[in-house]
Nanobody, 128 residues
Framework: QGELVESGGDSVQAGGSLRLSCTTS????????VAWFRQADGKEREGVAF??????????ADSVKGRFTISQDKEDDAKNVYLQMNSLKPEDTGTYYC???????????????????WGQGTQVTVSS
């Protein structure tokens, strides 16, 4: 099992909802930028949601703003970052990856080169 493990991908109808989960280790989670990226077939990978786990800061791509919510769970030994996706559209289809940077800077720059650890991805398919 890798350092970042995603789950929750599925096939849904347009307008539906999904909740993706990313489970990671303490050293990757604490005071770090954790993000969700997605990649559709034939398209470049894009960052859709970013969260700084050391504070109350998050950022969303315009394409998902108002529909997606990124959150974190620090209880006990669980280190999870979630992506709640509502009002899904066919253009949300793709493989969703959880990624961890090394500091808040990754959240500010939001370039995938700033994220050194990646999960294996989970597939989201939205049909019209």
């Amino acid at each position: 099992q890798g350092e970042l493990v995603e789950s929750g991908g599925d096939s849904v109808q347009a307008g539906g909802s999904l909740r993706l989960s990313c489970t990671t280790s303490t050293y990757l989670f604490n005071h770090n930028c954790v993000a969700w990226f997605r990649q559709a077939d034939g398209k470049e990978r894009e960052g859709v949601a970013f969260i700084y786990t050391g504070g109350n800061w998050s950022f969303y791509a315009d394409s998902v703003k108002g529909r997606f919510t990124i959150s974190q769970d620090k209880e006990d030994d669980a280190k999870n970052v979630y992506l709640q996706m509502n009002s899904l559209k066919p253009e949300d289809t793709g493989t969703y990856y959880c990624a961890a940077g090394t500091s808040f800077q990754a959240c500010l720059l939001r370039s995938d080169s700033e994220f050194l650890r990646w999960g294996q991805g989970t597939q989201v398919t939205v049909s019209s």
